[in-house]
């Protein structure tokens, strides 16, 4: 699932933002300013004197609002006073969405039905670490992505996409997909059957159930007459000898500073089981909170 930023895929750009109005702003303080001042003073000074000569030669000085004059000549140049203005609102919301939360829209159908087309959403961005934004380098330890977890990161195929799924395995894991069931290390999970679901974009019913993995139990979509997995739609990626594929199982080791990542609506979802796995450096971060849904308001609460 590619996700779309609320605000767009924007970090370069409003970094970039951040520091020319950044640069402008201090450079009113400590330069544009003080010029400013000095132009005042000498045109005030200049209006002293000549009121001056004119009163010593007997002449009537025309009254002059120098309050009004000082503060035209004070006055910021219009592109100095909006980046003055939008630099500390660029700035919030760069370290907000940078260091602690960052919005997502999710636009397809292969996390439900966990997550809906149209959920907005929140990311916690220092869950799984503090990272630097724009390189997305960590840069101190907090925790690590747990099984169960609902997971934001860059796509390994296009950096420049942010995809959404479910981590079902940690590093140094054995995962086996098999007739559509999940076996971690060996543990098969567990699973309780529910109404079927009815599809929000075909009239389609998919098979329900509800997937106990690690003790986060949480609903998933099966489809009818679809394999586990699409073996012909497999690509070539990075450690791909650490898997085994046949038309209903797919087995892999995770190998270190790596994750395996399922959609919820696994028949209909292309994930770890097709490109792979995602490296630790990819993880943008946990997603915890759907905050609306203009097509359906209830929608808004916690992530399972």
């Not at 636009?107 to 966990?114: A, D, F, G, L, N």
């Not at 747990?146 to 950096?159: E, H, I, L, S, T």
């Not at 909170?289 to 992530?303: A, D, E, L």
């Amino acid at each position: 699932m590619n996700l779309q930023l609320i605000l767009g895929n924007f970090a370069l750009i409003l970094f970039v933002a951040m520091v020319v109005t950044g640069i402008i702003w201090f450079l009113d303080i400590f330069y544009f300013a003080k010029q400013r001042r000095i132009a005042a003073d000498k045109a005030l000074a200049a209006i002293d004197d000549r009121s001056a000569k004119l009163t010593a030669e007997g002449l009537k000085v025309d009254t002059i609002d120098r309050a009004t004059i000082e503060a035209a000549l004070l006055r910021q140049p219009t592109w100095i006073e909006y980046s003055g203005s939008f630099f500390p609102v660029i700035a919030l919301v760069f370290v907000l969405r940078s260091f602690l939360y960052e919005p997502f829209k999710i636009p397809s159908s292969s996390m439900v039905p966990t997550l809906l087309v149209g959920d907005l959403i929140l990311v916690n961005k220092f869950t799984y670490g503090i990272r630097l934004p724009v390189i997305n380098k960590k840069v101190i330890e907090v925790g690590d992505p747990q099984r169960g977890d609902v997971m934001v990161f860059k796509y390994p195929k296009d950096m420049s996409q942010d995809y959404i799924k479910r981590v079902i395995g940690v590093p140094g894991d054995k995962i086996v997909y098999e007739n559509k069931r999940l076996t971690v290390n060996g543990k098969p999970v567990a699973y309780t059957q529910m109404d079927d679901y009815l599809d929000d974009e075909r009239p389609i019913y998919h098979k329900q159930l509800v997937e106990n993995l690690a003790g986060v139990p949480h609903r998933v979509l099966n489809t009818e007459n679809k394999p586990g997995i699409e073996v012909a739609s497999v690509e070539n990626f990075a450690r791909r000898e650490l898997c085994d594929f046949s038309y209903e199982k797919f087995s892999c080791t995770v190998p270190a500073g790596n994750y395996l990542m399922m959609g919820d609506n696994r028949d209909n979802s292309l994930d770890s089981r097709y490109w792979g796995f995602v490296p630790d450096k990819n993880i943008v971060g946990k997603a915890f909170f759907v905050w609306m849904n203009f097509s359906n308001p209830k929608r808004i609460g916690g992530i399972n």
